[in-house]
């Protein structure tokens, strides 16, 4: 793995001496955070003051009051809205965020939701489905996490005289932009809005927002738990006011009100006292909102959360949890099958993107396979299934240093339908044209990349040459959560000597060591046994690591946990 050490940038001697006096900071957390982006003392008071910083104006999205307007009027009116999402857990909780605001805070019932078939339909507005919608008597549909390129689908409304706005933050491509939407609130459309990474979720929950200002209602910290729970699970940048949506939603979610959310968590085995993270909403939570979409229908999550019911809500949670156990099952006979298929057909010096197709996978799971391959084969991924509509569909994901929604517009002559972001993206083709897109792909990327770009690398924050203590590394936490767009940060130690080693159940190793007279305890989860012959007592390391603090029957502790080592 090549360690890329983040290159300085030059540090204003009256700032460091500014965070050296006034917050005490130790010299490489001052590089760490200058080459963050916090390089004036403005930026680093508002770092230390986040879980009490204002989120930006809804207003200042070009379309919000019209938006509001017409959702009120809407309700003095008594006319039916439909709210149409997408069936993933940025589409669940933008839909429960909306409709539990204008059910419960504005006390209005003339409302119900829509969420396409993942297998039937496919992701976004159909005009099949608005079609049926608005025969039920819908007079105004707002989408959520979708819609941004659906103009043929907008307009078909607008022929029915229906109104609709588009929330979404997909990026959106000139030609198939709905500009005869009502309204369209998109911060990657929007010139005014300042942040551009919002997930679905959280333009939703701007619109939750401005709706309360306009019609003057409390709701407190209510709903930003869905919020936060849709900014991690769709994975996008956490950048600062991601990060405000994401601190403020686990607060939430660790008391929520929700009884399907409560029910969930005790489905999942989350402790009530649990203090919410990334790990509990990526990996615990997220997965089993996602199940009913990826396998049966992802109304069914949306039912979980909109209940009023315990009884239901406990029986829907153990069904997702049942449900996320059987998609493990399928993904991993997938994920196997995938690996096969590449063990004879992979060649690293022309393969610059995998794509592998079999009519017989579930469309429901794709997504997820794609990933595991891309941890395994460090190129871009797409794993390709047929629907009975007879096109292929399938996702992609792909590396940092590839923006794969570049890479698929290359090849959009090939294609009937896509979409999606940097890292992730999602594409419809017909059989005939899946040769033609994997090449144009492959020679895209083969222009712009070189075989050694696919190579995994660690990035580096600085190197440590002071004591590194609690109280300084207790500053990260202002920082979290970590993600995509705000990785954790990681240190080297160079010439480290191995004093003692033990290992632990589940391939975790602990070794104690010394670095210029100071002692620390760092932990490898995952070694194997290269790593347990390699690392004894009396070897020398440099070891590159993410400072962390233990904490046991309330005792604090620094623990320095492996990324990754040399001799």
């Known amino acids: 793995m090549r360690w890329i ?6 540090i204003d001697e009256a700032l460091k001496s500014e965070l050296k006096d006034k917050l005490n900071l130790p010299d490489y957390m001052i590089k760490s955070f200058v080459n963050r982006g916090i390089d004036t003392f403005e930026k680093a008071r508002e770092l230390f003051e986040i879980d009490n910083a204002p989120l930006f104006p809804p207003s200042l999205f070009e379309d919000m009051a019209k938006t509001v307007a017409r959702i009120e009027k809407a309700v003095k009116a008594n006319e039916k809205i439909v709210i149409y999402g997408d069936y993933d857990v940025d589409g669940v909780t933008s839909i429960v965020e909306l409709y539990l605001f204008i059910k419960n805070f504005v006390k209005y019932n003339n409302i119900d939701f829509y969420i396409p078939h993942r297998q039937d339909e496919g992701y976004g507005l159909n005009i099949e489905a608005l079609e049926a919608i608005i025969k039920d008597g819908a007079k105004l549909i707002i989408s959520l996490d979708c819609g941004i390129s659906a103009a043929k689908e907008v307009d078909f409304c607008v022929q029915k005289g229906v109104d609709i ?11 198939t932009i709905p500009k005869n939407a009502f309204a369209i609130i998109n911060p990657k459309y929007s010139k005014t809005y300042p942040e551009k990474e919002l997930s679905g979720s959280g333009v ?12 003057k209602i409390d709701i407190k910290n209510e709903l930003i738990d869905f919020a936060a729970m849709g900014t991690i699970a769709d994975i996008v940048p956490l950048t600062y006011e991601n990060r405000i949506i994401a601190r403020r939603g686990f607060k939430q979610i660790a008391k929520t009100t929700n009884i399907g959310l409560k029910a969930l968590k005790e489905a999942a085995s989350i402790k009530p006292d649990a203090i919410i993270s990334t790990y509990h909403v990526g990996f615990i939570l997220g ?3 996602n199940a009913a979409g990826r396998l049966e229908h992802a109304k069914k999550a949306v039912e979980l959360f909109v209940s009023n019911d315990r009884e239901e809500t406990v029986s829907i949670a153990e069904e997702l949890n049942n449900t996320n156990e059987e998609r493990k099952s399928i993904m991993n006979k997938t994920h196997e099958q995938a690996m096969c298929m590449l063990k004879d057909k992979f060649n690293e010096n022309d393969d610059f993107v995998i794509v592998l197709y079999n009519p017989e996978w579930n469309a429901g799971i794709v997504g997820l396979v794609a990933s595991k391959v891309l941890r395994e084969y460090h190129r871009p991924v797409f794993i390709l299934t047929k629907s009975d509509d007879g096109l292929i569909h399938g996702s992609a994901r792909s590396v940092p240093s590839v923006d794969i929604f570049e890479a698929i517009k290359a090849a959009h002559g090939s294609l009937e339908r896509y979409g999606g972001h940097k890292l992730a993206a999602g594409v419809t083709m017909k059989e005939g044209n899946l040769p033609a897109f ?8 083969k222009r712009i990349m070189k075989k050694e770009d696919f190579e995994p690398s660690l990035h580096i924050d600085d190197d440590i040459n002071e004591a590194i203590n609690i109280k300084d590394i207790k500053v990260y936490d202002k920082l979290q959560p970590w993600g995509v767009g705000n990785r954790r940060p990681v240190f080297t130690l160079t010439g480290v000597e191995v004093r003692d080693v033990k290992l632990m159940k589940s391939n975790t190793m602990k070794f104690y060591a010394r670095h210029k007279e100071r002692y620390y305890n760092f932990l490898m989860f995952g070694h194997n046994d290269e790593d347990a012959t390699t690392i004894k007592a009396g070897q020398f390391l440099d070891v590159a690591f993410t400072p962390t603090i233990n904490t046991w029957r309330d005792e604090e502790s620094l623990v320095l946990e492996v990324e990754d080592y040399k001799l």
């Open 165 to 175: 706005i588009i929330t979404d933050h997909h990026i959106p491509e000139e030609g």
């Open 287 to 289: 997965p089993r909102i």
């Open 5 to 10: 050490y983040t290159e300085n940038k030059s």
């Open 438 to 445: 994997t090449k144009t792909v492959n020679d895209f990327l």
């Open 204 to 215: 939703a929950y701007k619109l939750v927002c401005a709706l309360a200002d306009s019609m």
